[in-house]
């Protein structure tokens, strides 16, 4: 069947697929025929992702991507990639005045630093393959400012700038580098935000196209850029928002 969104014979890595936008991007792949190959810190929660995905050649490796030897471990096991999708990601409101050292290294680290080695780690090894496709989980707050949240923003920022240096620097190689930068989407991270409810709602109500995203928004664009029907995009930084920052 015509279909040039499919993921059919491709094996993708995905960061961050033990919950929210990760797990559904590794879903959605997986129902596009891909093997995907999810990373995460909590078995319990890795195994729960494994039960939903399609097909029987997904594998499931527990990696902490704040710890060097662990990315490095991770390099060396995983096999050659048409895919990767770096979307492990933290975020901590924290106005300036309480940032603490610590801050930095987990917020930049599991941000910028551990998807850019893993990368780093991996083009050494050959083990991303001609034409295949990075994605980098970026957020709108690169660049749409929001009070405690600089930290943050320069996590994302850092690593929008590192995509446009890659996609320059890999495009001989025929591999894609590209980012998405999501608005609010309903996962876990915004359940431990410490907004309450009403301030939620009245964020939510912003939004032009009347609600927050749902991981599969996310993931669906995340499938387009994986697949070949993108493959004359790279060092693109798509803004998936719901509108919001149209205002
Ligand atoms: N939700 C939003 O509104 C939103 C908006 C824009 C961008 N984003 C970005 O989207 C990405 C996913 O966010 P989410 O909302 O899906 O959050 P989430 O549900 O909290 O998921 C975060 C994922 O990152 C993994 N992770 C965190 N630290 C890690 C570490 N040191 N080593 C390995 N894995 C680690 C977690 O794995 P374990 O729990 O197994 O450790 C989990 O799978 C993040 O990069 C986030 O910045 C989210």
Not at 40 to 62: F, K, M, P
Not at 174 to 184: A, D, F, K, L, Y
Request: glycine share 8%; aromatic share 6%.
């Amino acid at each position: 069947m015509y279909n040039p969104f499919t993921l059919e014979g491709k094996t993708m890595l995905i960061t961050g697929a033990s919950s929210g936008i990760g797990r559904s991007i590794a879903i959605e792949c997986s129902k596009m025929g891909g093997n995907v190959i999810i990373t995460g810190r909590d078995l319990a929660r890795l195994r729960q992702t494994t039960n939903e995905l399609s097909g029987s050649l997904n594998r499931l490796i527990v990696a902490d991507l704040l710890n060097q030897e662990s990315v490095y471990n991770l390099a060396e096991e995983l096999p050659v990639l048409d895919g990767i999708v770096h979307c492990a990601g933290i975020n901590k409101l924290m106005p300036l005045k309480f940032i603490k050292d610590d801050l930095f290294n987990k917020v930049m680290g599991t941000n910028f630093n551990s998807p850019a080695l893993l990368t780093s780690k991996l083009h050494k090894k050959k083990k991303i393959a001609k034409g295949a496709s990075i994605v980098f989980v970026s957020s709108i707050s690169a660049f749409y400012a929001a009070l405690a949240n600089s930290v943050y923003m320069a996590s994302k920022g850092a690593v929008n700038a590192f995509v446009k240096g890659l996609a320059l620097e890999l495009a001989s190689s025929e591999i894609r580098v590209n980012s998405i930068q999501p608005g609010m989407i309903q996962t876990s991270l915004l359940e431990n935000s410490l907004l309450g409810s009403e301030a939620l709602n009245d964020d939510e109500a912003r939004y032009p196209l009347g609600r927050y995203g749902k991981p599969e928004d996310v993931a669906y664009t995340v499938v387009y850029l994986l697949s070949d029907a993108s493959k004359w995009v790279t060092g693109s930084i798509l803004t998936i928002d719901g509108g919001v920052t149209l205002r």
